[in-house]
Nanobody, 114 residues
Framework: QVQLVESGGGLVQPGGSLRLSCAASGFTFSSYAMTWYRQAPGKERELVAFITSTDGSTNYADSVKGRFTISRDNKKGTLYLRMNMLKPGDTAVYYC???????WGQGTLVTVSS
């Protein structure tokens, strides 16, 4: 059974940093492109970052470019999102996604507030 389990969310002050993790199981993790999405209350789900399954190329939403870094550890089967210089507008539930498998995690809440 395909499973994606996000962790690492929490409360952080503006300007702070947080590292999210997504533990993958039930499929060959290294063979699939992975993404991070986020959804704030009352807003549509937004694609935050993308990483390929081949050369590890990445792409980011303009709103997070230069602040967030997506990475993966194929040996551990884990996807990461390092978030720096966090802003209140980054507050959302963050989801791990394997697009080709139509698989989603349960999400982890990130709250940026002073």
């Amino acid at each position: 059974q395909v499973q994606l389990v996000e962790s690492g969310g929490g409360l952080v002050q503006p300007g702070g940093s947080l590292r999210l993790s997504c533990a993958a199981s039930g499929f060959t993790f290294s063979s699939y492109a992975m993404t991070w999405y986020r959804q704030a209350p009352g807003k549509e789900r937004e694609l935050v970052a993308f990483i390929t399954s081949t050369d590890g190329s990445t792409n980011y939403a303009d709103s997070v470019k230069g602040r967030f870094t997506i990475s993966r550890d194929n040996k551990k089967g884990t996807l990461y999102l390092r978030m720096n210089m966090l802003k209140p507008g980054d507050t959302a539930v963050y989801y791990c996604n394997a697009p080709s498998l139509h698989a989603w995690g349960q999400g982890t809440l990130v709250t940026v507030s002073s």
